[in-house]
């Protein structure tokens, strides 16, 4: 298949009037979970979805979608008063009449497609993040015959001013103010000495085990890293932008929750264009092949120069635990 040469700006767009969305639900103290007994879900990720969504079916009306929310959840499980919010802050943001019925059909458009082009959406990825007022992501990646050659993420909360913008295709990664201005090309860190090595992972306790990410960086003689915990897929952008050098992301060990495609298609898209790797923990790329979630033990993000380092150390820790 020939590469494929994709016209982002609609998405860049997109991304910008999710991110306003998400801040004016943040602004007017909009924010509260539904979506029980699973994980958290706002109105801001249904707002956000909606208008990614819309976008891409304008813009790309064949392709197919893979997200996170839908429709029927948007329907089932938000109470009215909150839809209407919904319904209102779109229409302000996308300066047109907005119903009902066009968010749930943006909310499902594309869905269940199965097509050798499938764009994957995580409205607001690291959501106890975006609660918390920490960091969060709208993040959308391409695949291609499901390998992730293309994305998209919004940074909202990224520390530069009035966050970044993070895309990438055809093996080239950029970086850009979300608000617009200078376009600037990012590569990952040349840093491999383990004295200046930055290691990232999650700021939420259920979401990984850090107590076996310090076993492994300590075998993996990075015990002196300097450790950063950020939610979000903004880990991926910070490793693509040359700002760390590993992501480390190993499950509790009683864990059984799959990783999610949404959760890692656009961030490892965007590593890898940057120079990075992106891998399974024993070095086996990342499987997007088949429906919503992968088939992996754990994520290794690096620049490459620290990577099989790493594997071995997980190799080790791995045969202790036994
Ligand atoms: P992070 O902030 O990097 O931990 O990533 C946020 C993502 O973690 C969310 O979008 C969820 O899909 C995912 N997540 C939520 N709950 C869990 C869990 N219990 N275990 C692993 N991942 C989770
Ligand atoms: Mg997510």
Not at 108 to 121: A, F, K, M, P, Y
Not at 139 to 145: E, I, Y
Not at 291 to 296: E, S, Y
Request: with cysteine; hydrophobic share 40%.
């Amino acid at each position: 298949m020939p590469p494929v040469t994709l016209e982002l700006q609609p998405l860049f767009t997109a991304v910008r009037q999710a991110a306003e969305l998400c801040r004016r639900v943040q602004d007017a103290h909009l924010v509260s979970s539904d979506k029980e007994g699973q994980e958290p879900v706002t109105i801001a990720d249904y707002g956000s979805q909606a208008i990614i969504s819309r976008a891409l079916r304008r813009a790309y009306p064949d392709d197919g979608i893979l997200a996170e929310e839908s429709g029927e959840q948007f329907v089932n499980l938000v109470p009215e008063d909150r839809r209407k919010t919904v319904v209102a802050l779109l229409s302000d943001i996308l300066g047109e009449a907005v119903r009902q019925t066009d968010v749930v059909a943006w909310l499902d458009h594309g869905q269940n497609r199965v097509t050798e082009r499938l764009w994957v959406i995580d409205p607001i990825d690291g959501t106890k993040g975006f609660l918390a007022l920490r960091s969060y992501v709208i993040a959308v990646g391409f695949m291609l015959n499901r390998q992730p050659v293309a994305s998209v993420i919004g940074a909202p909360a990224h520390p530069s001013p009035g966050g970044m913008l993070f895309h990438s295709q055809s093996g080239v990664a950029y970086q850009q103010p979300l608000s617009g201005g200078l376009l600037k090309r990012i590569h990952v860190s040349e840093r491999s000495e383990a004295s200046g090595i930055r290691a990232l992972e999650s700021v939420e306790k259920s979401h990984t085990n850090h107590e076996r990410m310090a076993r492994v960086r300590a075998a993996a003689g990075l015990g002196d890293a300097a450790l950063t915990r950020i939610d979000s897929m903004e880990k991926y952008a910070r490793i693509a932008a040359g700002e760390a050098e590993l992501y480390l992301r190993l499950p509790r060990l009683n864990s059984t929750r799959p990783f999610m495609i949404w959760d890692h298609a656009a961030g490892t898209a965007l590593v890898q264009a940057a120079g990075g790797r992106v891998t399974d923990i024993d070095g086996s790329p990342l499987d997007f092949s088949e429906g919503r979630a992968l088939r992996n033990k754990g994520i290794i993000v690096s620049n490459g120069r620290i990577h099989d380092r790493v594997i071995a150390a997980i190799g080790q820790v791995l045969t202790q635990e036994e």
